[in-house]
């Protein structure tokens, strides 16, 4: 496939409501948009990289500038997805950047072979159950509220957010209210190793899984940490390529893996860890970073893979936005449905995309 230009278009979407983490909260998303362009392909990329370098090292504006100064210059003139790896990799890190790249290459190239995403990567389901990612609340009732209405919507597992000081008392009173529901946490590195007594009290509360209790680059810690806990604990942040994760489970870190493409430089990545995991029967889930419904579609393409085999938060559109930039995807009886179409299978809503849209460069290739 030979491109003519590729548009940086920079995007701000209003979030329904705050998200917070343990690293921050989000009022509404920046993202960047990648749409490639020639003569018969168009195809579009999300970068989930977010306003500030918080989750990861990597924040939107930096993200721009990589692609902008040194990837778009290392595209060759006949560009494939498979080919990016190789093009990219003298370009350190900078995941997030190179994900959103690739995903924009694939939907061409899916377009004009008229194969879906999900066909592509190897989906053996048409639709995947949905989790959700809950922020932290300023009390419990207001947590418990959400996680009903939540509930009461179909979602499969909830999923809380938790930091220090906001992490037994929230578990406990969704136990209390709502029984033998899935159920997990994610602190986003909040912890440190001389938590692991307190981590333990998450125990008897039955949890699927803790995610990323401590810094992405402490897999010791995670090893010692998974050792005295019944709790299985999940790799998010630490995952940052197939060899990483083939680290993790060897040394003991996780015995479960979050996917994300963003994390780990693209959706061909995130299938061959999802490959990876699966031969050494290893489960995965599909993470999420509050993506439109463009990284949403990829999402549960990737989602509906057959090693997936816990929900992934892969949310419905209303969960994050009152309108989403391409038709809202929905939640029914707990489930969402794969795009089935060329590519990604659905594209950007133009009167929407031009409403939210802050700028947009061409660059010419
Ligand atoms: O750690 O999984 C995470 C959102 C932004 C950044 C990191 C994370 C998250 C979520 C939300 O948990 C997942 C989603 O529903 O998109
Ligand atoms: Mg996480």
Not at 28 to 48: H, K, P, Q, Y
Not at 87 to 111: Q, T
Not at 235 to 247: C, G, K, M, P, Q
């Amino acid at each position: 496939m030979k491109l003519a230009g590729v548009e940086l278009r920079r995007i701000r979407v209003p979030l329904v409501s705050p998200f917070r983490t343990s690293f921050g909260t989000e009022i509404d998303r920046e993202v960047l948009l990648v749409r490639v362009f020639g003569d018969d392909a168009e195809g579009w990329g999300e970068c989930v990289a977010a306003a500030d370098p918080l989750y990861s090292a990597e924040y939107v504006n930096g993200a721009e500038q990589v692609i902008r100064d040194f990837l778009l210059p290392r595209l060759p003139a006949e560009v494939t997805a498979r080919g990016l790896g190789a093009a990219f990799e003298p370009v350190r890190g900078h995941p997030m950047a190179k994900a959103a790249v690739e995903m924009a290459v694939l939907d061409a190239e899916l377009r004009l072979a008229g194969m879906s995403y999900a066909a592509y990567l190897g989906a053996t389901r048409t639709r995947v159950p949905a989790g959700v990612s809950v922020g932290i609340m300023d009390s419990i009732p207001e947590l418990l509220d959400a996680v009903g209405a939540y509930l009461e919507q179909g979602y499969a597992r909830i999923k809380l957010k938790i930091e220090p000081g906001w992490d037994l008392e929230p578990v406990r009173a969704v136990r209390e209210r709502f029984g033998d529901i899935l159920l997990q946490v994610d602190a986003n590195a909040a912890y440190r190793r001389a938590d692991l007594r307190h981590l333990a009290e998450l125990d008897p509360f039955g949890l699927l899984l803790i995610e990323q209790p401590l810094p992405e680059d402490d897999l010791l810690g995670h090893a010692r940490l998974a050792r005295s806990l019944t709790t299985p604990v999940c790799l998010d942040e630490s995952i940052t390529s197939a060899r990483a994760a083939a680290d993790a489970v060897t040394l003991g870190a996780c015995s479960i893996v979050n996917l994300k493409a963003g994390r780990v430089g693209g959706y061909l990545e995130a299938r061959r860890i999802h490959d990876l995991c699966a031969a050494h029967g290893v489960p995965v889930w599909c993470g999420g970073m509050l993506e439109t419904g463009l990284g949403r579609a990829a999402n549960l393409a990737l989602a509906a893979l057959p090693g997936c085999t816990l929900p992934g938060d892969v949310s419905a559109s209303d969960r994050y936005y009152t309108r989403d930039i391409t038709e809202p995807f929905r939640l029914e009886d707990g489930l969402m449905t794969v795009p089935s179409g060329p590519g990604l299978g659905v594209a950007p809503v133009p009167d929407v995309l031009r409403a939210f849209t802050e700028r947009a460069d061409v660059v010419r290739l």
